[in-house]
Nanobody
């Protein structure tokens, strides 16, 4: 069982930046796929970014490429999402997700563990 706790959500002006954090109770030395998802009111949940905790390979949704950066500190067991040049359409609840995975962290991965979310609101 992996517990995930997000933090860092806030209200910001368009063009601003935020850094989201996710504290994860992962087992040191194990391989995981971890990701950030978001869900805006009335919309489907969408994936923002994912990372392989062993290879550090990353993948981003086109809507956030060159603006958002996903990273992980394995020693601190923390996942991060650096968000720059925020837009009003980035407004959503952001969720951290994880799954134990040996191998490619691709779109076939089904995330098993989810956090409670942290709210990001961007005003224009």
């Amino acid at each position: 069982q992996v517990q995930l706790v997000e933090s860092g959500g806030d209200s910001v002006q368009a063009g601003g930046s935020l850094r989201l954090s996710c504290a994860a109770s992962v087992k040191p030395g194990n391989a995981y796929c971890m990701g950030w998802f978001r869900q805006a009111p009335g919309k489907e949940r969408e994936e923002v970014a994912r990372i392989n905790t062993t290879t550090m390979d990353t993948d981003y949704d086109d809507s956030v490429k060159d603006r958002f950066t996903i990273s992980i500190d394995n020693a601190k067991k923390s996942l991060y999402l650096e968000m720059n040049r925020l837009k009003s359409e980035d407004t959503a609840m952001y969720y951290c997700a994880a799954v134990a995975r040996n191998g490619v962290c691709d779109q076939a991965v089904d995330f098993a563990y989810w956090g409670q979310g942290t709210q990001v609101t961007v005003s224009s």
